[in-house]
C-alpha cells in the first residue's frame, strides 16, 4: 500500500517538473519571438532611416545640379547684355552719323573750327539767346529738316563758350536771333533781329548757295 502510494507521488511530481517545463519552454520562446520582433523593427527603422537618408542625399546632388543650371542661366544673361550694349552702341553710332546729315549740332567756340571752320561742307549757324523770349530755335529745327545741302548748328551765346564764338562775330551787337552762312572762310549775314521768320531765312539761303558745288552726297562745298 505504502509502495503504490509513493508510486503516485513520484508520478506527480514527474507530471509538475514536465508541466513546469513545457510552461518555461514556452516563455522562453514567446521572449525569444518578441526580441526578434523588436529586432526585426529596429532592422527596419535602420533601413529605413538609412533610404531616407540617402534619398535627402541625392536630393541634394540634384539640388546642386540645378544650382549649375542656374550658373550657366547667368552666363546667358550675361551674354544678352553683351548684345544689347552692342546694340546700343550701334544705335549711338547711326544717331550720330544721321545728325550729321539732318538736324541741328550745338557748336560753340571750342568745337567751331573742327565742325565748320575746317569743314569743306557749307554750315548755317544760328546764334541764339536761351533766356530770352525768340530763340527762333523751333523754326530753325523745322528748317534744318527740310532743307537739304546744308548743315545746321545752333550757339547759345548764353553760355560762355558761344557768348564768345558769338562776340568774335559781332551777332550780340547785330541782333538776336542771328543767322551766319558759312560758305568760305568769311561769315555771310542771313538775317537777324525779332523780325526773322523761316521763309525769310529760307529766301537768303537759296540765294546764297545758288551755284555752289555739290558733293557726290548733295551737300555744297564751301568756295575756295
Known sequence: GHGGHAGVKMLRVALLVVLVAAVTAQSCGHDHGHGGHVIGQSSMRHDHGHAHGHGGHDHGHGGHDHGHGGHDHGHGGHDHGH???DHGHAHVKSVHDHGHDHGVSDVDYDSF???VGNEAHVWALLFFDETAPNTFGADWDRLSKSYKGIHFGSV?????????LGTAYKVIREGLPNI???KSKAATPIGQG????AGTARAALDGQVAGLAKDSHGFYLKQA
Do not use: C, I, M, W
Not at 156 to 164: I, K, L, P, Q, T
Not at 194 to 197: A, D, G, R
Open 83 to 85: 548684345a544689347a550694349h
Open 113 to 115: 573750327d573742327e565742325l
Open 156 to 164: 547759345n551765346v548764353a553760355e560762355d563758350s558761344g557768348r564768345e
Open 180 to 182: 551766319k552762312l558759312f
Open 194 to 197: 525779332p523780325s526773322l521768320t
